[in-house]
T-cell receptor, first 113, second 115 residues
Framework: GESVGLHLPTLSVQEGDNSIINCAYSNSASDYFIWYKQESGKGPQFIID?????DKRQGQRVTVLLNKTVKHLSLQIAATQPGDSAVYFCAEIEGNAGNMLTFGGGTRLMVKP | DGGITQSPKYLFRKEGQNVTLSCEQNLNHDAMYWYRQDPGQGLRLIYYSQIVNDFQKGDIAEGYSVSREKKESFPLTVTSAQKNPTAFYLC??????????????FGEGSRLTVL
């Protein structure tokens, strides 16, 4: 995942628009990926996951795309709502790494009414 | 309701003091984890436990200690040896010890501030 130091990248979208949040990962052996949503002052919540044998997975209003060639993961949120405002993290795990989930630095999504 | 409970939510500590953060889960999950989160950054793994009476160091274990005497409980002690303890601490659990088979469930976090 990306390390962004003290300042999170921020994506600002209008309510009702679609949002795309991107994540680059560095470990080509990673085979399981998860997106988490973290609201201010709370713990992260699971949104959607994808395994490396897939390139797309859809949930309710969310889609995750995986491009293993360029080691890139994206989260698409359809019809973004104010309640979607949060920090979004991608996380990756290598099959042989046991419980060592590696988190990216996060992207802050701000939804304008 | 099932879930993970962390306490206290906010904690202030003087330099040189040890503090213990509580984490309890009633999800009957095998594995439990402690992460540290600093402002604007991702989560870093401190310790994890796959089974009672066993735990493993994560990426940043120095200055921390844990115990897993019961399946439901995984307390974290931040010792005086931790040089920069001010952070947001997150406890999590997973149904199986292997991350590839399920998601992490997180608590609400404990914010520790060293005065």
């Amino acid at each position: 995942g990306e390390s962004v130091g003290l300042h999170l990248p921020t994506l600002s979208v209008q309510e009702g628009d679609n949002s795309i949040i991107n994540c680059a990962y560095s470990n080509s052996a990673s085979d399981y990926f998860i997106w988490y949503k973290q609201e201010s002052g709370k713990g992260p919540q699971f949104i959607i996951d994808i395994r490396s044998n897939m390139d797309k997975r859809q949930g309710q209003r969310v889609t995750v795309l995986l491009n293993k060639t360029v080691k890139h993961l994206s989260l698409q949120i359809a019809a973004t709502q104010p309640g979607d405002s949060a920090v979004y993290f991608c996380a990756e795990i290598e099959g042989n790494a046991g419980n060592m989930l590696t988190f990216g630095g996060g992207t802050r999504l701000m939804v304008k009414p | 309701d099932g879930g993970i409970t962390q306490s206290p939510k906010y904690l202030f500590r003087k330099e040189g003091q040890n503090v213990t953060l509580s984490c309890e889960q009633n999800l009957n999950h095998d594995a439990m984890y402690w992460y540290r989160q600093d402002p604007g950054q991702g989560l870093r793994l401190i310790y994890y436990s796959q089974i009672v009476n066993d735990f493993q160091k994560g990426d940043i274990a120095e200055g921390y200690s844990v115990s897993r005497e019961k399946k439901e409980s995984f307390p974290l002690t931040v010792t005086s040896a931790q040089k920069n303890p001010t952070a947001f601490y997150l406890c999590a659990s997973s149904i199986f010890a292997s991350m590839n088979t399920g998601e992490l469930f997180f608590g609400e976090g404990s914010r520790l501030t060293v005065l």
